[in-house]
């Protein structure tokens, strides 16, 4: 039989299933940091998270609630600081980047800076932070977001951070070190990836009892469609229960 | 294809026209938005020179501080992020100062409210104020979305420190492959062009100078020589980047203590102003291996700073209350910060 989840314990686990073991990953506040945690106590016991203010390599026992905080270094690597984690991903170490926010488009560009207009915002978001960073250089990122037509866009506000910006061969073009961009978009009605020749959105998976039609329908742009579509399989009861019992005991995220 | 000639601004078909013509760099793009703080080099060395390289005794009190290093106008900058490190102690007395209309660099969350919330900021170099799992924060969204700060700049966090960089190190930019392509990069004063060596494109950073920086750090010696555990945020590229700095230390320790652990020393003596004792300095956030956060009193200022009659509730019974810090230790009790203590 298969148990009861919350919206945010089934993101966490695709964005879990994501991650690869044996490699870096830059880990941002809030779902990325509870998907790394239960990576590294499910499939990939080596994954090293690196956070922004300098901690790499820690061992996520406690939850973080914040990328400087003392847990971002819990029994780690190294504790260094920003120019270091930085200049680490500019320099093609870091693998993977988690990113979010308030609007995505096709080309995977994403908004956390403002609703509106710049000069005078309808509402001001909290900015880029290290979001275009990692979008500048890490290897493949990966956008963690809630799915409905006012967050997948086709238009977005301003371009905070960059995905394929406007198509194939936008991010050489600007400059940006090559092969690199958006990978996936784990979001609450499935799972996206890029077409290769368009660089365009495409839907691989959706989430158990969504249909397809229904991520269309949340979705402002022309989604394309994998050719076959799988349905993802529900959080198991073994990713549960590391979920409430040692990732989230006090239920930040339920 | 533009390029800025002096006042000029010609138009040619090619790149390889344009630097026939010129022989110059050109420039492929700029950010609209002018510098907030300019670039003086040797200004800067000048004011370095002066600065007392003698093992001086420089303590003082967060009021002795701040009424000699800070003037109304001045641009100011913040170390750690989010609670973490945070000069508290100092930004309390700067509030209750009644100095304003500060330009800041938008990094380190929690000064920053109490800054917005008695309405000191006029611009910002923007990279990220939130409360990260908390929300938006809501000071921050009063201030900017009413026009009481008058200027916005964005930046990405790498770029802000990265900037910090180019001044630590005495030069006027530092190129970098952040921001390209962006918005972000519309609405900052980065400048986009080709290195004059590879080819690459890159986005020129301008170096950040900072009149007045806080910092608050594990221990110091009375001269201001800093040791700082755990991650080291920025403080070792900011530090560099300050005119005056000012810091605010856990503990006072015998220079003998500093030099028998030289490697740990973040930020030497000859670039402090002050250097002002203040333990639990960062509360209601936290230290490094000294002590936590205090989460419930942090869920209450959540709640309070969602209204602006609610953050002026806040803002007079936990800071203006108070003379100096340790009447707000006082207040917090000693059995408090005890349990918070690691």
Redesign the interface.
């Known amino acids: 039989m298969t148990q009861q989840y919350s919206p945010s314990e089934l993101l966490i686990c695709l964005a879990s299933r994501v991650m690869e073991d044996g490699t870096t990953a830059f880990i941002g506040t809030g779902i990325p940091m509870l998907a790394a945690s239960l990576a590294q106590a499910m499939h990939a016991p080596n994954l090293v998270p690196i956070f922004e203010f300098g901690g790499t390599g820690a061992i996520l026992e406690k939850l973080p609630l914040a990328v400087g905080d003392m847990r971002t270094y819990n029994k780690a690597l190294a504790a260094s600081g920003i120019c270091d984690v930085m200049e680490t991903a500019q320099r093609g170490f870091v693998e993977f980047g988690f990113l979010g926010g308030a609007q995505i488009d096709m080309y995977g560009n994403l908004n956390s800076t403002v609703i509106g207009n710049h000069a005078h915002p309808k509402v001001r978001l909290p900015g880029s932070g290290g979001a275009n960073d990692v979008g500048s250089a890490c290897w493949r990122t990966i956008a963690i977001m809630i799915h409905d037509k006012r967050r997948f866009m086709d238009k977005i506000d301003f371009i905070t951070t960059p995905g394929f910006l406007s198509g194939p061969g936008a991010r050489e073009e600007a400059g940006l070190p090559r092969n690199t961009g958006p990978y996936r978009v784990v979001t609450s009605l499935g799972v996206l990836g890029y077409d290769d020749e368009t660089k365009r959105m495409k839907l691989l998976s959706v989430n158990p009892g969504v249909t397809v039609e229904k991520v269309i329908e949340n979705t402002g742009f022309e989604l394309l469609l994998a050719g076959h579509i799988t349905e993802n399989e529900p959080p198991t009861a073994e990713e549960l229960r590391i979920l409430r019992e040692h990732v989230d005991p006090d239920g930040l995220y339920r | 294809m533009i390029f800025h000639h002096y006042d000029k601004i010609l138009l040619f078909k090619s790149k390889n026209e344009m630097n026939q013509f010129t022989k110059s760099i050109p420039i492929f793009e700029e950010g609209e938005a002018t510098l907030i703080q300019p670039i003086d080099l040797d200004g800067f060395r000048e004011h370095n020179r002066k600065k007392t390289k003698k093992l001086v005794d420089k303590r003082m009190t967060e009021k002795e501080a701040i009424d000699k290093f800070v003037k109304s106008g001045d641009y100011i900058g913040f170390e750690?992020?989010?609670?973490?490190?945070c000069p508290m102690s100092l930004t309390r007395e700067l509030v209750r100062s009644g100095k304003t209309d500060f330009r800041i660099v938008?990094q380190g969350v929690h000064e920053l409210d109490l800054l917005f919330a008695a309405n000191m900021v006029r611009e910002i170099d923007?990279?990220?104020?939130?409360l990260?799992?908390y929300g938006?924060?809501d000071n921050?969204?009063r201030r900017?979305?009413s026009?009481d700060v008058t200027k916005?700049v964005?930046?990405?966090?790498?770029?802000i420190?990265?900037r910090f960089?180019a001044a630590s190190m005495g030069i006027p930019f530092i190129p970098?492959?952040?921001?390209?392509?962006?918005?972000?990069l519309k609405?900052s004063s980065a400048k986009?062009i080709e290195c004059p060596y590879s080819n690459?494109?890159?986005?020129l950073l301008p170096a950040l100078f900072v009149d007045t920086g806080f910092i608050h750090v594990n221990r110091a010696d009375i001269h201001g020589n800093c040791q700082i555990d755990?991650?080291?945020?920025?403080?070792?590229?900011m530090s560099r980047a300050c005119k005056n700095l000012i810091i605010s230390t856990e503990k006072i320790v015998p220079t003998e203590e500093i030099r028998e652990h030289p490697d740990r020393t973040i930020i030497p003596y000859y670039l402090v102003d002050a250097v002002v004792h203040a333990p639990y300095g960062s509360w209601p956030g936290?230290m490094?291996?000294m002590y936590?956060?205090d989460e419930p009193h942090y869920k209450m200022f959540i709640e309070k700073q969602k209204t602006k009659e609610g953050m002026d509730e806040y803002m007079k019974e936990w800071l203006y209350a108070f003379n100096d810090h340790q009447s707000l230790l006082d207040k917090v009790g000693a059995k408090r910060l005890q349990e918070l203590t690691l």
């Open positions: 750690l992020y989010g609670t973490v490190r938008g923007f990279t990220y104020i939130s990260e799992v938006i924060s921050m969204r900017v979305e026009g916005v964005e930046w990405s966090n790498a770029a420190t990265w960089k970098t492959r952040s921001m390209l392509g962006t918005d972000t609405k986009v690459y494109k890159v986005a755990g991650i080291s945020g920025f403080a070792f590229e936290e490094s291996g936590e956060r």
